[in-house]
């Protein structure tokens, strides 16, 4: 009877460990992608580093064409025109 519960413990750790590892591939995955570096890269790196991974997605720089870039100087831009039709 023990024996099983113990079992069934460990399988509940795993599970749930498993899900923090897909999750962090994904995330990984989805911020390489965003910062113009590829799908590839940031899924490697999750599933390489698990939590890790994500962290130095968190970090590394967007190149100048990525998705986040261009929404940034978008926004920039809006914000300049907006400040000389004012004033």
Request: avoid cysteine; charge should be positive; glycine fraction near 10%.
């Amino acid at each position: 009877m023990t024996a099983s519960l113990i079992v069934a413990a460990i399988g509940v750790k795993a599970f749930y460990l498993l899900y923090i590892w897909l999750v962090s591939a994904w995330v990984a995955s989805w911020l390489s992608n965003r910062k113009g570096y590829g799908e590839k890269w940031g899924l490697g790196t999750g599933l390489l580093l698990s939590a890790i991974g994500v962290l130095i997605w968190l970090v590394v720089p967007a190149k100048t064409t990525s998705i986040v870039s261009q929404r940034k100087l978008r926004k920039e831009q809006e914000e300049q025109a907006e400040a000389e039709a004012q004033g």
